[in-house]
């Protein structure tokens, strides 16, 4: 499937791409009662490493990834759309396996805690945290090549308080509101990693969440995927490689921003240290 999809990406109009995901869509929710709920949900963070992880986790013999894309954007963006239409991106029911989805999105939004732990009280979260100066201009280098950022990264980093103002106000009082700027200019925001965990720990409790830290996961991946596994409950798998997938090269980080960054998240990296119980590996 995953080399279907990979060649129609790459060598089919983009028209008749878009036609064919409609229809295989229509048919996963017409055909939604014989259809998978997923076991657990990777809920982030962006640029974080969830892509690799996705990738290794499709390629255990116990689970099945989902039908088009790793993530389908319910819990943020896509709610209102409803539980059936959700029902439709995963695997025909198999005896024995199970599936999962990859949003990144799920981490920032601030709707996506409690909208989980209300349709899916039994799934378990994993979440992929960095060290947040790297993944800030990570994300920086990944929205400019995606045509969302237009603004050199010391200037994003200037803008970001006055282009998230009042954003998740806003979707607390509209929840079908569309935060364009908490999704793709939220380069401090998402390093927080502290509040967003304790979102989730409110939500579904510290038991059901799994934090990885993805600098340690890079340097010894095969042992790393084994923690995961064994707390997700799935047999024993040893991938023959990993490949580190989506990663972005460019320039180093100017050792200016980054001393200014270092000072930004110093608190945010002490509340971390005390919820999780346990120092990232980026903490001194």
């Known amino acids: 499937m995953r080399r279907m999809t990979r060649w129609a990406r790459r060598s089919l109009p983009p028209a008749i791409v878009t036609g064919a995901r ?23 963070g962006q640029r974080c490493g969830t892509t690799t992880l996705y990738r290794l986790l499709s390629e255990h013999p116990q689970v ?9 954007g319910y819990f943020d963006e896509n709610y209102s759309k409803g539980p059936d239409w959700y029902r439709g991106h995963f695997p025909i029911q198999r005896d024995t396996k199970v599936t999962f989805e990859v949003s990144g999105f799920y981490s920032m939004h601030p709707l996506a805690p409690s909208r989980i732990a209300k349709d899916l009280p039994q799934v ?3 979440m992929m945290i960095r060290d947040p100066v790297q993944r800030a201009y990570s994300a ?16 994003a980093l200037d803008l970001e308080a006055k282009r998230l103002e009042g954003e998740v106000e806003r979707i607390l009082a509209d929840p079908s509101y569309r935060s364009f700027a908490l999704r793709h200019h939220a380069y401090v925001g998402r390093g927080r990693y502290a509040d967003h965990i304790l979102r989730f720990h409110e939500a579904v409790g510290p038991d059901r969440l799994y934090v990885m ?29 990993v490949d580190r ?29 005390e919820l999780l119980g346990w120092k990232p590996s980026w903490v001194g």
């Open 140 to 155: 920086w280098k990944h929205e400019s090549a995606r045509g969302f950022e237009d603004q050199p990264f010391p200037v």
């Open 245 to 273: 997938w989506n990663a972005r090269e460019g320039a180093p980080l100017d050792p200016e921003i980054e001393e200014r960054l270092r000072a930004e998240f110093a608190e945010a990296d002490e509340r971390l240290v």
């Open 22 to 44: 409609g229809v295989v869509h229509q048919w996963g929710t017409l055909t939604r009662g014989f259809r998978m709920s997923p076991s657990f949900i990777v809920v982030g």
């Open 213 to 241: 830290d993805a600098d340690r996961f890079f340097e010894n991946p095969v042992e790393e995927y084994a923690r995961l596994c064994e707390w997700l409950g799935l047999e024993p798998h040893r991938p023959a490689r």
């Open 124 to 126: 378990r979260l994993v």
């Open 64 to 72: 099945i990834r989902p039908t088009q894309v790793k993530g389908t």
